[in-house]
Nanobody, 123 residues
Framework: QVQLVESGGGLVQAGGSLRLSCAASGRTFNTYTMGWFRQAPGKEREFVAAISRNGDITYYADSVKGRFGVSRNNAKNTVYLQMNSLKPEDTASYSC????????????????WGQGTQVSVSS
């Protein structure tokens, strides 16, 4: 069982940056591939980024490639999402997920989910 808690969301102007964090419980964090998803009001949840267990492989949705960066610190049981050059269409609730899968298969979601943190980008 893994519990995930996201933080770092907020309101930012277009072109700005935010860094989201996702803290995981337990001693097995480094055995999980981690992912980030987002869901805007009235839209389906969509994959954003994934990172492998030791952080050497990352995978991004085309919509965020070149603007967002995913990283992790296994000593701190935390995964991060650095979001740069934010656009109004990035406005959504962002959730992290954990699963024992590949980074590409994480695009379908993991086994454990956090509650999400809201990101709002004003134009």
């Amino acid at each position: 069982q893994v519990q995930l808690v996201e933080s770092g969301g907020g309101l930012v102007q277009a072109g700005g940056s935010l860094r989201l964090s996702c803290a995981a419980s337990g001693r097995t964090f480094n055995t999980y591939t981690m992912g980030w998803f987002r869901q805007a009001p009235g839209k389906e949840r969509e994959f954003v980024a994934a990172i492998s267990r030791n952080g050497d492989i990352t995978y991004y949705a085309d919509s965020v490639k070149g603007r967002f960066g995913v990283s992790r610190n296994n000593a701190k049981n935390t995964v991060y999402l650095q979001m740069n050059s934010l656009k109004p269409e990035d406005t959504a609730s962002y959730s992290c997920t954990a699963g024992r899968t590949t980074t590409r298969d994480m695009a379908m979601g993991g086994d454990y989910w956090g509650q999400g943190t809201q990101v709002s980008v004003s134009s």
